[in-house]
């Protein structure tokens, strides 16, 4: 077991660190509950989700031709396989 104070390796079983001297039988200071992971997972998809509509917005207001959505039909001949290509 590491002491939180100064890092040192102790056994397991020891109550007070061999180094600095630090009880190891304390708990630590702070224990995040469910109402913390609900808050903070909440505030990280709502930044995501807020992020994605943003970049998606800005990218619609790019100038042509990177504006372009529909990709021409001669440039991925393999997303129809049906169709034989032209020699």
């Not at 917005?57 to 042509?64: A, G, I, N």
């Amino acid at each position: 077991m590491k002491c939180p104070n100064c890092a040192q390796e102790n056994r397991a079983s020891l109550k007070f660190c061999r180094k600095c001297g630090r009880d190891l039988t304390l708990p630590p200071a702070w224990f995040p509950g469910w109402k913390w992971h609900l808050k903070t997972l909440s505030w990280i998809y709502l930044v995501i989700i807020a992020g994605f509509f943003t970049l998606s917005w800005l990218l619609h207001k790019l100038p042509p031709p990177y504006d372009q959505r529909r990709i021409p039909p001669e440039m991925t001949p393999w997303l129809s396989p049906h169709k034989i290509p032209a020699p």
